[in-house]
Structure formats: C-alpha cells, structure tokens
C-alpha cells in the first residue's frame, strides 16, 4: 500500500514536471498548420502561378501558422485532367486548370469552347462575374467541386512550324495538338487540319519532335512557355477564350469554420483579379517579345476571321442540343451585353 501511494506521488510529480518543461507557460500544443497544395500546369513566370502565390500570401497572412498554402507548378502533381481528379478524389486539395479538358465532368462547361463565342475580354468578365458564370459553378458542387474564382486563360492563338496561316487553307493536313476537349476536336477537324489531343505538360516536347507542327494557346503561354524555340508562325485567330477555374474540393472546404472560408473566397476572389489583369497586361505585351524572338505574326482582318468563324459553324449545330439552348443563348446574351 505505501509503496503504491509512493509511486503513485513520484507519478504525479514527474507528469507535473513534464507539463512544464513540455509546455512551458502551460499552454497547449498548437496543431501544425493544414496544408493546401495547390497545382497548376503553367510554369513559374505564369500569371496562374503568381496567382497562386498571392493567394498563398493573402490566407497566411490572415491566420498566421493555420493554412500552409503549397503552389506547385509544371504539372508537377499531374496534368489538368489528371490533377483534378485528385481533386475530387481529395487526395489533393486545390488545381487551377482551364476548363476545357474536363468537360466530361460538367459538360455545360464546353460553352466556352464554341469558337468564336466570346469576342472581349468585357464580354469574359460578364460571364465569369454574373448569372451564367455562377450557374456553370454550381453545377461543379455535385460532383465534389466548389469553383473559388474564374481566373482566365484568355484568347487562344494558333502557332505552328510550317507556314504563316491566314485561312483554312492553310491548314490542311497540319498537325495541330488541341486539348482533350471534344468541341476543340470537332472544330479543328472542321478547319481541315489533323488535330491530335494531349496533355499540356507534353506539348513543347511533341513539337521539338516534330510529332505536332503546331498548337494552340493564349500569348502568354506562348511566350513563357519559350514556344518560339520550336514554333516559326503565330496567327491572332483568338478562335476561344477560355477560363482557368481555381477548384477546391468540396467537402474539404465545407469542412472548414465560417470564418475560414470567407478568408478562402475572398483570397480567390482577389487573387483571380490579380491574375486576369496580369494575364491581360502579358497578353499585350508579349506579341511583340514573340516577333524579338523570330517570330512572324499574322493578325487576321475581320473578313478573313470570318471565314474560319463559317467553317466552324457546324459545331454548334451538333453542340447546341448537348451544352442547352438556354444556357448557350443566355451566355451569347451576356456577352453581347458587355460590349
Ligand atoms: C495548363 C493548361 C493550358 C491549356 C492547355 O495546365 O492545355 O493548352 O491552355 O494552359 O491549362
């Protein structure tokens, strides 16, 4: 009996001590901080990324210690589709990724790829910060996704390495790399050339191989991602504007207090704005690095777009009855408006 209550004595001192010398003023051990990774396929000098890194430096800045916001690009945790599906899965937290390629997921999302539907950046905006872009989001949440914000991909512009193209014509038997999208398919297909889907991360090596002449991207991707290395001919054709959707995966984020999440959106929000005015400012910009660069840049006159516009005509008539009339009419509305 005493032995035990000696024992007991020495216990009660030793995790006395331990509490002291553990916690110092007594107070509990923080919880290490919950880390958000976050990936996107463009690399490092790309306004996605440097998106990516303000928002980082906005939800840490709040709540010091709390959210460790990790940004990863390249496609270092796997491609558009790839990455997305992590997502969803919740084995990663956050992906930037532009809209095209999983549209399998939510196909009223290939709205935006009906060539030529949206012709400003106006027009854009009126579509990422009204009714239709919220609606487009919404139907994202069912499949475990919350949209935080619409940053943009912007105006895509073909290159190639073969010849300047100014019409369909020139386009004929061109190998041109689209993105796993299958309005994109359809359309270049209708234009006359041989499209072939793949990954991003795999582009610039396909055309130093000479496996593609040529593909298709806004001017700042253009530009950062070096394809003037491998690629001779840009042509302004701006055929789609697409979106880069910041997703989160859902339950993850219902998972987090009121206050936490109000700190998320609006780290989106502003960040996404930070990135569309930055994309806008290279997408201006760089045109002229590319002709630095060697290369020879056609701007297309509103005739000559006009054809490329009539031989992707077809596209929506096939498309139309899948995306909804009403969706895609209240879109055209939107844009129409903003002009
Ligand atoms: C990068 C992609 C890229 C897109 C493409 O992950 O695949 O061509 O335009 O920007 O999202």
Do not use: C
């Amino acid at each position: 009996m005493k032995k035990a209550s000696v024992l007991m004595l020495a216990l009660l001192v030793a995790l006395a001590l331990g509490q002291v010398f553990a916690g110092g003023s007594g107070e509990a051990a923080k919880a290490p901080a919950k880390i958000i990774k976050i990936s996107n396929g463009l690399n490092e000098q790309h306004p996605v990324f440097l998106a990516g890194l303000e928002f980082e430096k906005y939800v840490e800045g709040k709540q010091p210690g709390k959210y460790d916001v990790q940004v990863y690009a390249n496609a270092q945790l796997g491609d558009d589709v790839r990455a997305t599906e992590g997502v969803r899965m919740g084995t990663l937290e956050m992906v930037v990724t532009t809209a095209s390629p999983i549209t399998g997921l939510v196909p009223e999302f290939n709205v935006f790829d009906l060539p030529f539907i949206i012709t400003s950046s106006a027009g854009a905006d009126a579509i990422f910060d009204g009714p239709v872009g919220a609606k487009l989001s919404a139907l994202l949440e069912p499949k475990g996704l919350k949209n935080l914000a619409y940053m943009e991909n912007g105006f895509r512009q073909l290159t190639n390495s073969v010849r300047e193209v100014k019409s369909p014509e020139d386009l004929k038997g061109m190998k041109v790399r689209t993105m796993q999208n299958p309005i994109h398919l359809s359309a270049w297909r209708a234009l006359g050339a041989n499209p072939t889907p793949m990954p991003f991360s795999e582009v610039f090596t396909a055309m130093q191989q000479k496996t593609i002449d040529g593909q298709e991207n806004p001017i700042p991707t253009i530009y950062l991602s070096k394809f003037y290395e491998v690629q001779k001919y840009v042509t302004l054709s701006g055929h789609v504007y697409g979106p880069h959707i910041l997703l989160i995966n859902k339950k993850l984020f219902d998972s987090f207090p009121g206050e936490d999440q109000k700190i998320i959106s609006d780290a989106a929000q502003a960040s996404a704005l930070f990135q569309r005015e930055t994309n806008r400012k290279m997408d201006s910009d760089f045109v002229a690095e590319l002709k630095k660069n060697g290369m020879t840049v056609t701007v297309l006159t509103p005739e000559q777009i006009k054809v490329f516009q009539n031989a992707t005509k077809a596209v929506y008539d096939e498309w139309i009855p899948k995306i909804g009339k009403e969706l895609v009419a209240e879109f055209q509305a939107a844009v129409a408006g903003a002009k």
